[in-house]
Nanobody, 120 residues
Framework: VQLQASGGGLVQAGGSLRLSCGASGRTFSLYTMGWFRQSLGKEREFVAVISWGGSTRYADAVNGRFTISRDNGKNTVYLQMNSLKPEDTAVYYC???????????????WGQGTLVTVSS
């Protein structure tokens, strides 16, 4: 599976962005898909995950502001980010894995990352 993340950019605090992650391969619908982020000087952290069946889970820091969704027909997973804060500034990565959860070790395939910058 090859993953391609897009949609990052510069936005003011309080604004919104939608990230997309397109996947190659016919088995996309069978994978759990996750979003992670890494800001300068920090470790990569979990943001959100969606199972093949559509169950979702969020990090406390983004719960209520971010929404993960998937379109299996388009082999794409999305991350809608609302009410963005400067502390959301990071490189965002999408990932795919089997039975994956909130740990980056659960994921086998990773996209290249897309930069989100939130100005105050």
């Amino acid at each position: 599976v090859q993953l391609q993340a897009s949609g990052g950019g510069l936005v003011q605090a309080g604004g919104s962005l939608r990230l997309s992650c397109g996947a190659s391969g016919r088995t996309f619908s069978l994978y759990t898909m996750g979003w992670f982020r890494q800001s300068l000087g920090k470790e990569r952290e979990f943001v959100a995950v969606i199972s093949w069946g559509g169950s979702t889970r969020y990090a406390d820091a983004v719960n209520g502001r971010f929404t993960i969704s998937r379109d299996n027909g388009k082999n794409t997973v999305y991350l809608q980010m609302n009410s963005l804060k400067p502390e959301d500034t990071a490189v965002y990565y999408c990932a795919a894995g089997n039975g994956a959860g909130a740990s980056s070790y659960d994921y086998t395939y990773w996209g290249q990352g897309t930069l989100v910058t939130v100005s105050s």
